[in-house]
């Protein structure tokens, strides 16, 4: 019996790992493929496989012709029909990626959000926003279970070395991470992780209604996970994975979360500590045989995670950190009102213009100095930062800074300005 049920627990596991399953989705969401029609290397058909479609030229898609599952050209308005590339090079090799055709201009855009969500640029945004504006002790203690979830997770795919879905079946709909390894979806662990962390912080602390708060998280999560999918990033069962793996990773955060930021506080060592703990998780990382780009990640992660503590001990050992009392809890949305709204968006706005400027000076000066010191040549960036001795030291030194900057250096400059 036991046997039995293994044995369907492996071919669940086989079927969900299908890329022939995300392309469906894909065509489902009318993500269409211009794969050359021509046989695989499996020897199967185009037509014999789902997400696989003839090359279209350019002249009639301009003309608001369609190809359907069968290869005929059909006819849809060209408002309906869309050829595109991904967005962003691969991170890696630079490739551009091959032009595909979007049938449905909504998913696609909604999709695009989702996974935005889980992208460097969304934390850039989001983080501060939350500290400088809603609520600092919210927002260190998410940017802890962050920086750990994605160093699990990254960590995971290095040593699990899973391959993305075949392309084809699956449309590259996104190539920016197309050269990582892809089981656990990190996406889906940060697009669970962050929502339901922050559930879990506010709930109680602010006032709202429980099914709210839940139901936010949970469409924020889902809209992350499928995103991937959709992408074709991931198979299913690698996002359903993260999505799984993540929640372990909240359970465990759920108990230890307030002991570490106390301890990041007042603690004794806790710089000595913070610096320690952070940089062995990167060499640990970076100790696998290849070079992949999912370790830089893991070091940005750990760098960022590692200023914004070092900042908290900062705050608090200079009388900087205004946490309110217990007893002024719950906390009631303040009613929104044009000064209200004007001073978040001017502290949004200096804040995130100090991060950014910090970022570009820290990238200019630190990979050329790097390179300098180690004796390699900085006129290719991208290969120099194939180097691990490049890159995990520029990482943590770019983003260690970074995240100083946002939970130390502008709360100081918000007092200066009287905008604190």
């Not at 190809?67 to 890696?92: F, I, M």
């Not at 696998?288 to 050992?317: F, K, M, V």
Request: with cysteine; aromatic share 12%.
């Amino acid at each position: 019996m036991a046997t039995d049920a293994f044995k369907r627990f492996v071919e669940t596991c086989h079927y969900l790992q299908d890329p022939r399953l995300v392309a469906k989705f894909q065509h489902l969401c009318g993500v269409r493929g211009t794969f050359p029609d021509k046989a695989n290397d499996d020897g199967a058909s185009a037509h014999g496989c789902p997400g696989l479609r003839q090359r279209i030229p350019r002249d009639d898609v301009s003309n608001g012709a369609s190809v359907h599952a069968n290869g005929v050209k059909g006819d849809s308005r060209p408002d309906e029909t869309a050829r595109a590339k991904p967005l962003r090079r691969n991170s890696l090799t630079g490739d551009v990626g091959q032009e595909f055709l979007i049938h449905n201009n909504f998913l696609f855009y909604l999709f695009t959000f989702g996974t935005e969500l889980g992208n460097e640029m969304f934390f850039i945004v989001f983080f501060p926003f939350l500290f400088w504006n809603v609520d600092a002790l919210v927002s260190r203690r998410l940017i802890v279970v962050w920086a750990w979830n994605l160093f699990v997770g990254q960590s995971t795919k290095d040593m699990v070395r899973w391959s993305r879905p075949a392309s084809p079946p699956v449309v590259k709909v996104e190539v920016f991470y197309n050269s990582e390894y892809s089981m656990p979806s990190t996406h889906a662990m940060t697009g669970t992780a962050i929502p339901f962390c922050l559930f879990m912080l506010t709930y109680g602390r602010w006032q709202y209604p429980f099914l709210f708060g839940f139901g936010v998280a949970l469409c924020w999560s889902i809209l992350v996970c499928v995103s991937r999918v959709y992408m074709g990033m991931h198979s299913v069962l690698e996002v359903i994975t993260g999505f799984l793996y993540s929640l372990l990773i909240l359970a465990f955060f759920h108990h230890v979360l307030g002991k570490i930021d106390d301890f990041y506080m007042d603690g004794a060592y806790a710089p000595l500590v913070i610096i320690l703990s952070h940089v062995s998780l990167g060499l640990v990382a970076f100790s696998l045989d290849s070079w992949s780009t999912s370790r830089g990640d893991t070091a940005q992660a750990l760098g960022t995670g590692a200023g914004s503590a070092l900042a908290t001990y900062a705050n608090y050992q200079l009388g900087l950190l205004a946490d309110p009392p217990l007893s002024s809890l719950p906390f009631a949305l303040p009613p929104l009102c044009v000064g209200l709204v004007a001073r978040s968006l001017l502290r949004f706005a200096i804040g995130v213009g100090v991060i950014l400027i910090t970022r570009l000076v820290m990238k200019a000066v630190t990979i050329p100095f790097l390179c300098r010191v180690l004796g390699l040549p900085a006129e290719d960036v991208r290969q120099a930062r194939q180097h691990m001795e490049v890159e995990l030291p520029y990482r943590y030194i770019v983003y260690s800074v970074v995240g100083f900057t946002c939970v130390c250096v502008v709360p100081l400059l918000f007092r200066i300005v009287n905008l604190a």
